[in-house]
T-cell receptor
Framework: NAGVTQTPKFRVLKTGQSMTLLCAQD?????MYWYRQDPGMGLRLIHY???????AKGEVPDGYNVSRLKKQNFLLGLESAAPSQTSVYFC?????????????FGPGTRLTVL | GEDVEQSLFLSVREGDSSVINCTYT??????LYWYKQEPGAGLQLLTY?????DMKQDQRLTVLLNKKDKHLSLRIADTQTGDSAIYFC????????FGAGTRLTVKP
């Protein structure tokens, strides 16, 4: 199993550009999450999904959109990037709903918006 | 919203015990987690505790949970230089919330 993978690993955008970050997992996990990590602020939840075709807002959803068209993929979109979105983005997944099991993390995507 | 708080820095000498503390506010939390992050890497789950437990031990790691005070701690016995990292506390109810992380520095 590849686990949780993220594409791309690094990206530099100009203000106003758009892009999509891809998260893929091959563990048949139901729940998937997108976080951003900023210095001194830990991880903040952007959006999450409890299953194929469903999405929900987290703590900091503004400026981002997500889609979960296939169970194994969770896409994070930035329609018009802003410098405040410079961050490291982590995707994660969990097998079941409920409150059990390890949350598996991807390696992260480092995004810089100029 | 609900918060998870932890101190930002901890420094210990090699061989000593480290205790990292965390407080949370969500009374509906059912699982509480400790993650470790090394430079340039993602988060690695160290251990977790169900909210109806008050202690869990796993080799050098001991987790204590005081549900009444919403206080969680992670004790690392015989701390080694390889334990130097950022440690994140997290709580899970409907979603999952993380603290800002405690940077543990282990001095030889």
């Amino acid at each position: 199993n590849a686990g949780v993978t993220q594409t791309p690993k690094f990206r530099v955008l100009k203000t106003g550009q758009s892009m999509t970050l891809l998260c893929a997992q091959d563990m048949n996990h139901e729940y998937m999450y997108w976080y951003r990590q900023d210095p001194g602020m830990g991880l903040r939840l952007i959006h999450y999904s409890v299953g194929e075709g469903t999405t929900a807002k987290g703590e900091v959803p503004d400026g981002y959109n997500v889609s979960r068209l296939k169970k194994q993929n969770f896409l994070l979109g930035l329609e018009s990037a802003a410098p405040s979105q410079t961050s490291v983005y982590f995707c994660a997944s969990i097998y079941g709903g409920g409150h059990t099991n390890e949350q598996f993390f991807g390696p992260g995507t480092r995004l810089t918006v100029l | 919203g609900e918060d998870v708080e932890q101190s930002l820095f901890l420094s210990v000498r090699e061989g000593d015990s480290s205790v990292i503390n965390c407080t949370y506010t969500d009374s509906s939390s059912t699982y509480l987690y400790w993650y470790k992050q090394e430079p340039g890497a993602g988060l690695q789950l160290l251990t977790y505790i169900f909210s109806n437990m008050d202690m869990k031990q796993d080799q050098r790691l001991t987790v204590l949970l005081n549900k009444k005070d919403k206080h969680l701690s992670l004790r690392i016995a015989d701390t080694q230089t390889g334990d130097s990292a950022i440690y994140f506390c997290a709580e899970r109810s409907n979603d999952m919330r993380f603290g800002a992380g405690t940077r543990l520095t282990v001095k030889p």
